[in-house]
């Protein structure tokens, strides 16, 4: 009788378990099984609890990160069971694993050998200003940060920094901890990087976000969205109307409602581009040209642009006409026109329009061209009613 006959499959169990046990070990060969302080870990997050979330580190001991170095500029989790997430090693106390998120503001050590090679922030209080930049204490030790390097925008006014505290990176540490060099930029630099992500996985083009005004150029007007994410609103975008210059239509400190018209990544920098003319309600207000300025409909509008060939002539916001030269040229009242500048008051009447292509041509009241004929159609029950209209009539012949 074999032993098959005997056990039944309970053989076959035993050789899997084996099987099993050997997979195992060897995919042990493969983990690393010891860490140190400073090193890298790109995990899984395993758990995630209200004060401490479990990060794997690729070795048997599983590593804890804080949940709110999780967290984003809205202080709600970003991050989900099974992400994976880089992190540096602060700290290995009694077997347990202490872990921060890279460039965190939440990381911290009480070595500065330790935060230079690992590269955590530290804070630092700004204590005078020098040569080519700024004094910063530091634990006890002063270090220098470049005037390039304590803002991510151009400094205008070095002595609104002395006296306050910020995180800095370090990037330069002697053997002895002399010669220390540090940077705000970087941390700022690492918190745009990772807030611009947040900011593209929560928002789609089309979306109506909330901001406001930071600052004013020709070409257009500068929206803060978050904190560090901002956006362009051009100048061709601020309003249905033709704008010459942003401080027509807004102003630095003003919120406003925008449109998120398209994100990109642009030499490795987020580029946002918005409107504010298509979050408002009312829309293009071409749509509604034909109804409420019909051929033969006098209005009075302001010259916003004056050419050789006419004038530009804007009867209602975000629509605009033009006045040909040819219209006036001959009529009696010609130096009143030829005098307009932009500004001016003007009464037109509607000549033509041309919808698709969002032009509307203008003429002299009272002297523009009749386009009635174009509404009427010359088919064969169009003649007969021109021919039953002609029987009506008493011709004689010779």
């Given at each position: 009788m074999s032993k098959k006959d005997i056990f039944g499959d309970d053989i076959n169990e035993t050789k899997d378990f084996a099987s099993f046990e050997e997979l195992f070990a060897q995919s042990e060969k493969g983990m690393k099984t010891?860490?140190?302080?400073?090193?890298?870990?790109?995990?899984?997050?395993?758990?995630?609890?209200?004060?401490?979330?479990?990060?794997?580190?690729?070795?048997?001991?599983?590593?804890?990160?804080?949940?709110?170095?999780?967290?984003?500029?809205?202080?709600?989790?970003?991050y989900k069971v099974g992400d994976y997430i880089d992190c540096v090693v602060t700290s290995i106390k009694g077997g347990e694993v202490r872990l921060a998120k890279k460039g965190s503001m939440n990381a911290s050590t009480d070595s500065l050998e330790d935060a230079f090679d690992m590269e955590l922030p530290v804070e630092g209080r700004v204590t005078e200003t020098c040569n080519g930049g700024f004094r910063v204490s530091i634990q006890g030790k002063t270090a220098f940060c470049p005037i390039s390097q304590i803002d991510s925008r151009f400094v205008q006014d070095a002595n609104e920094y002395v006296g306050k505290k910020f995180d800095f990176m370090i990037t330069q540490l002697d053997p002895k901890g002399r010669n220390i060099v540090v940077s705000r930029r970087?941390?700022?630099?690492?918190?745009?990087?990772?807030?611009?992500?947040?900011?593209?996985?929560?928002?789609?083009?089309?979306?109506?976000?909330?901001?406001?005004?930071?600052?004013?150029?020709?070409?257009?007007?500068?929206?803060?969205?978050?904190?560090?994410?901002e956006g362009l609103i051009h100048v061709s975008e601020l309003s249905w109307s033709r704008v010459h210059d942003p401080k027509e239509v807004v102003m630095a400190g003003q919120p406003v409602t925008v449109k998120l018209i398209k994100m990109e990544e642009v030499d490795g920098r987020l580029k946002i581009s918005l409107s504010l003319k298509q979050a408002d309600g009312a829309g293009n207000p071409w749509m509604t040209v034909p109804q409420k300025f019909p051929v033969g409909t006098v209005v009075q509008g302001k010259v916003e642009k004056k050419e050789t060939y006419g004038l530009f002539v804007n009867i209602a916001p975000g629509v605009t006409g033009l006045l040909p030269r040819s219209k006036w040229r001959d009529s009696v009242d010609a130096a009143q026109y030829e005098n307009k500048k932009r500004g001016d008051d003007v009464t037109v009447q509607v000549d033509q329009i041309m919808f698709e292509e969002k032009k509307i041509s203008l003429a002299l009241p009272g002297e523009a061209e009749d386009h009635s004929w174009k509404s009427h159609s010359t088919t064969s029950s169009g003649l007969g009613a021109m021919a039953e209209a002609l029987k009506g009539l008493n011709i004689k012949k010779n």
């Amino acid at each position: 009788m074999s032993k098959k006959d005997i056990f039944g499959d309970d053989i076959n169990e035993t050789k899997d378990f084996a099987s099993f046990e050997e997979l195992f070990a060897q995919s042990e060969k493969g983990m690393k099984t010891k860490l140190s302080v400073g090193d890298q870990v790109h995990g899984e997050i395993l758990s995630i609890g209200k004060e401490e979330a479990f990060v794997a580190t690729g070795t048997p001991t599983d590593g804890m990160i804080l949940t709110k170095d999780l967290l984003d500029e809205n202080k709600e989790v970003k991050y989900k069971v099974g992400d994976y997430i880089d992190c540096v090693v602060t700290s290995i106390k009694g077997g347990e694993v202490r872990l921060a998120k890279k460039g965190s503001m939440n990381a911290s050590t009480d070595s500065l050998e330790d935060a230079f090679d690992m590269e955590l922030p530290v804070e630092g209080r700004v204590t005078e200003t020098c040569n080519g930049g700024f004094r910063v204490s530091i634990q006890g030790k002063t270090a220098f940060c470049p005037i390039s390097q304590i803002d991510s925008r151009f400094v205008q006014d070095a002595n609104e920094y002395v006296g306050k505290k910020f995180d800095f990176m370090i990037t330069q540490l002697d053997p002895k901890g002399r010669n220390i060099v540090v940077s705000r930029r970087k941390v700022l630099d690492l918190q745009k990087a990772e807030n611009e992500g947040t900011f593209m996985l929560k928002h789609q083009p089309g979306a109506l976000l909330e901001g406001k005004i930071v600052r004013l150029e020709k070409f257009g007007a500068f929206v803060e969205l978050e904190a560090g994410i901002e956006g362009l609103i051009h100048v061709s975008e601020l309003s249905w109307s033709r704008v010459h210059d942003p401080k027509e239509v807004v102003m630095a400190g003003q919120p406003v409602t925008v449109k998120l018209i398209k994100m990109e990544e642009v030499d490795g920098r987020l580029k946002i581009s918005l409107s504010l003319k298509q979050a408002d309600g009312a829309g293009n207000p071409w749509m509604t040209v034909p109804q409420k300025f019909p051929v033969g409909t006098v209005v009075q509008g302001k010259v916003e642009k004056k050419e050789t060939y006419g004038l530009f002539v804007n009867i209602a916001p975000g629509v605009t006409g033009l006045l040909p030269r040819s219209k006036w040229r001959d009529s009696v009242d010609a130096a009143q026109y030829e005098n307009k500048k932009r500004g001016d008051d003007v009464t037109v009447q509607v000549d033509q329009i041309m919808f698709e292509e969002k032009k509307i041509s203008l003429a002299l009241p009272g002297e523009a061209e009749d386009h009635s004929w174009k509404s009427h159609s010359t088919t064969s029950s169009g003649l007969g009613a021109m021919a039953e209209a002609l029987k009506g009539l008493n011709i004689k012949k010779n």
